[in-house]
């Protein structure tokens, strides 16, 4: 029986491959730098914005193959490149906000300036929401959505959090 492989698992398995035929031939550290082009020779993205961005991730790939940041003292890394393509804006008022008298997003937020109301409706300030989500608790009417990242909903440790620059770290 034949296993299904998606594209990005056939990107990394070609990165992969090319890691262990260089290393095998002794030649990694002198073409290492080439493994993108092959792997992801374009000129069309096959999966990301832009060729450029695919080559980007297949670099990082290729240095995670041959051992990564040794500075890291994570077993798992994140590949920064990688790390763009999700919703950065995690709690979102939508336009089922009905901008109701009690207003109790903003009485039950901890951050002052963080949720305000404007022209009939709840609006959050992206830069200083801390992501606890009290307010979508509280909206009677659901108008508050949580866009959580696909990679933190998935991790079973709760290791994965969201740096300074709203980039993943893992812990």
Sequence with gaps: MRKHINEIQSIKFKAL????VLSF???LEEEKDSIAELVDPGPEPRIRCCIHKERAITTE???LAIGGDRSNPNVVE???AACDGCPIDRFVVTDACRGCLSH???EVCPIKGAIFFSDGSVYINQ?????CGKCKEVCPYHAIIDRMRPCKRVCPTDSLQVDEN???TIE
């Design 78 to 80: 994140v590949l920064p």
């Design 127 to 131: 830069k200083k929401c801390v992501e």
């Design 166 to 168: 709203r980039k993943a």
């Design 17 to 20: 491959r090319e890691v262990a």
């Design 61 to 63: 790939r290729v240095n």
């Design 25 to 27: 031939a002794g030649r």
């Design 104 to 106: 109790q997003c903003l």
